[in-house]
Nanobody, 123 residues
Framework: VQLVESGGGLVQAGGSLRLSCAAS????????MAWFRQAIGKEREFVTA????????YYADSVKGRFTMTRDLAKNTVYLQMNSLKPEDTALYYC?????????????????WGQGTLVTVSS
């Protein structure tokens, strides 16, 4: 499974961005998908995840009510809509895939990773 993120950039606090992650590979549609982020000097942390069939979505408390993860099964693409962005949301955002999402959702359980896309929120 190959994952390619896009959509990062610079935005002012309170603004919005939408990240995309296109998955390819013969069985990529069977995988649960997630977004993680890593700020400078910090560990990679869970942001949100969605099951292979988009039936369930999970969010970190820090982004609930502001971020929304969706999945277009036909396009094999997941999206992260980020609203009301804060400076503390600044990080490199990674898309990741795993065959079965198990909670707690942690990076080491994920099999495939994208290269990351940078989100910078200015105050």
């Amino acid at each position: 499974v190959q994952l390619v993120e896009s959509g990062g950039g610079l935005v002012q606090a309170g603004g919005s961005l939408r990240l995309s992650c296109a998955a390819s590979g013969r069985t990529s549609s069977d995988y649960g998908m997630a977004w993680f982020r890593q700020a400078i000097g910090k560990e990679r942390e869970f942001v949100t995840a969605i099951t292979w069939d988009a039936a369930s979505t999970y969010y970190a408390d820090s982004v609930k009510g502001r971020f929304t993860m969706t999945r277009d099964l036909a396009k094999n693409t997941v999206y992260l809509q980020m609203n009301s962005l804060k400076p503390e949301d600044t990080a490199l955002y990674y898309c990741a895939a795993v065959y079965t999402i198990v909670r707690p959702i942690i990076p080491r359980d994920f099999t495939y990773w994208g290269q990351g896309t940078l989100v910078t929120v200015s105050s």
